[in-house]
C-alpha cells in the first residue's frame, strides 16, 4: 500500500516538506511579526487613525489564522488519495460511468476529482466570506446571491471546461509523440480566446456593467488615454458592491478590445485626480507591455510543464510514488496538475518579484502622465485604510508573496519620480 519503493515518492515528499515548511513557516512568521506591533508604524501616522490600524491588524491576524487552519485542514484529503485508494477509487467509478478507456471515461475522472476539491474547499470559502468578511464589515453577499453565483459558475465553467478536455484527451490519446505540443496549443488558443470572451460575455453574467456615466470623469480619462495613444473599447462601472464592499479597478481584454473596469465601490471613495490616476497605472501595466509579457511567460511555463508531462507520462514510478494502479493519460495530467506546485513554488517569489517591478514602473508611468503625483498616492493610501490592507507585513513574507510593492514602498518610490523630474527640469534635456 505504502509506495516506499520509488525513488520518485521519496524525491516528492522531500519537496513536499520543504514546501510545507516554506509555506507554513512564512505565514508564521508573519503573524508574530504582525501581531507584536503595538503602534501604527510612523509612516501611516498621520494619514491613518489609530483605530483603522487597529482594525486591520485584527483583520490580518484573524485572515492569517483562517488561512494556516484552513490548508492543514486539507493536507489529509491529498494523502487520502494517496494512501487510501483515492485516485484508484475514483478511476473504477469514471471507467464505470464513462466506459473503460473512452474519452468520456478520462473527463469524468477529472470532473469526480475537480468535485472532490471543490467541496473539501467550500467550507472555507463559506467561513471566509460570512464569518471573517461580515465580521469587518466588507460582505454584501446575500447566501442565495452566493448559490446563484456558485450554480452559475458551475454551469458556466463546466460548459466551457468540458469540450476542451474532450480535446486535450483527444490529443494525447491521438496526436503521436508530439502530443505535449498539440495540447499546449490548444490551451494557449483557448485562454487568449477567454481573455476577449470572459470580460465581455462571461463576467456579465455574474456582474451589471454599465458605461460610465459621471461626464466630467470619462473625458478626463479619454482625455488621458488619448494623450498616452491608449485605444480603449469602453469604460465601464461595475457593481462590486452587490458582494463585497472591497474596492478595485481593472483592465481586461487585448487589441481593441481592451476596456477599463472601475469598482462602483472605488467611485465613490476616490476624487477625479485620484481616480486618473489609478487608471493612468493600469493603462501603464499595458504600455509598457507587462501584460503581454506575463501572457508569454505564462504560456511558456505551460510548454515547460506539458514537455515535463510527456517524459513523465509513460515512467512506472511516476504512478506507483501515488499509488496509481491503472496508468492514463488522465491519472498522469490529475497527478501532475495536484503534485506540480510541490516542485515549483520557488517561482512564485521570482513572478511576484517581477510582477513588484511592474508595478513601481506602472506607478512612475501615472505620474509622468497625469503629473497627479500626490493624488495617486492618497488614492493607494485610501485603498489601503478601506481594505485594511495589513501595514506591517514581515518583509520576508512579503518578498515571498506580495505580486505589488506595499503602500509605504509604492510611496517611497512615488517621491523618488518628482525628484528625478525636477532634476531633469533644472538641468535641461540631456540628449
Ligand atoms: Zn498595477
Not at 493536507?75 to 467509478?93: A, M, S
Not at 509513460?314 to 490529475?334: E, G, I, R
Request: glycine fraction near 4%; charge should be positive; aromatic fraction near 16%.
Amino acid at each position: 500500500m505504502i509506495p516506499l519503493n520509488t525513488t520518485f515518492f521519496w524525491v516528492f515528499l522531500g519537496f513536499y516538506l520543504l514546501h510545507e515548511s516554506v509555506h507554513l513557516g512564512l505565514e508564521i512568521i508573519n503573524y508574530k511579526h504582525v501581531k507584536k506591533q503595538q503602534d501604527c508604524p510612523d509612516f501611516f501616522k498621520t494619514k491613518i487613525t489609530g483605530e483603522v490600524f487597529q482594525k486591520s491588524k485584527f483583520y490580518t491576524l484573524e485572515k492569517i489564522k483562517f488561512s494556516i487552519t484552513a490548508h492543514c485542514a486539507v493536507i489529509p484529503f491529498f494523502w487520502i488519495l494517496v494512501f487510501r485508494n483515492g485516485f484508484n477509487t475514483f478511476d473504477y467509478y469514471a471507467a464505470m460511468h464513462g466506459g473503460f478507456g473512452t474519452l468520456t471515461h478520462s473527463v469524468v475522472f477529472c470532473i469526480y476529482l475537480a468535485v472532490y476539491f471543490g467541496i473539501i474547499h467550500l467550507p472555507f470559502k463559506l467561513y471566509s466570506i460570512f464569518v471573517i468578511e461580515e465580521k469587518y464589515g466588507f460582505n454584501k453577499m446575500t447566501p442565495r446571491l452566493f448559490i446563484i453565483d456558485l450554480v452559475k459558475s458551475i454551469a458556466i465553467g463546466s460548459a466551457i471546461t468540458i469540450p476542451l478536455l474532450y480535446l486535450v484527451f483527444w490529443f494525447m490519446q491521438a496526436s503521436g509523440p508530439y502530443w505535449w505540443l498539440f495540447v499546449w496549443f490548444a490551451v494557449t488558443a483557448f485562454q487568449l480566446t477567454m481573455t476577449i470572451v470572459y470580460p465581455a460575455l462571461l463576467a456579465p453574467l455574474f456582474n451589471k456593467f454599465t458605461p460610465l456615466q459621471n461626464a466630467e470623469l470619462k473625458n478626463r480619462i479619454t482625455k488621458t488615454a488619448n494623450d498616452i495613444k491608449f485605444g480603449l473599447a469602453g469604460i465601464f462601472v461595475m457593481d462590486g458592491s452587490r458582494r463585497s464592499s472591497h474596492s478595485n479597478a481593472y483592465f481586461a481584454g487585448v487589441g481593441k478590445f481592451k476596456r477599463i473596469v472601475l469598482f462602483d465601490t472605488l467611485i465613490t471613495r476616490l476624487t477625479t485626480d485620484e481616480l486618473v490616476a489609478v487608471l493612468a497605472h493600469e493603462m501603464g501595466h499595458y504600455i509598457k507591455k507587462h501584460i503581454r509579457d506575463f501572457m508569454i511567460i505564462a504560456s511558456l511555463l505551460s510548454l515547460a510543464g506539458f514537455y515535463t508531462l510527456a517524459l513523465l507520462i509513460d515512467w512506472p514510478d511516476f504512478y506507483k510514488a501515488f499509488n496509481v494502479s491503472l496508468p492514463s493519460p488522465h491519472t498522469a495530467l490529475v497527478i501532475f496538475a495536484v503534485v506540480s506546485e510541490v516542485f515549483t513554488f520557488a517561482l512564485t517569489p521570482i513572478l511576484n518579484m517581477l510582477s513588484r517591478k511592474n508595478e513601481f514602473a506602472a506607478d512612475r508611468f501615472s505620474v509622468e502622465a497625469t503629473g497627479h503625483k500626490d493624488a495617486m498616492k492618497s488614492a493607494l493610501l485610501k485603498l489601503t485604510s478601506d481594505n485594511l490592507s495589513n501595514l506591517t507585513p514581515h518583509p520576508l513574507y512579503s518578498f515571498y508573496h506580495y505580486s505589488h510593492p506595499t503602500p509605504v514602498e509604492r510611496a517611497l518610490a512615488l517621491d523618488q519620480v518628482i525628484i528625478n523630474k525636477s532634476d531633469e527640469q533644472r538641468e535641461g534635456p540631456q540628449t
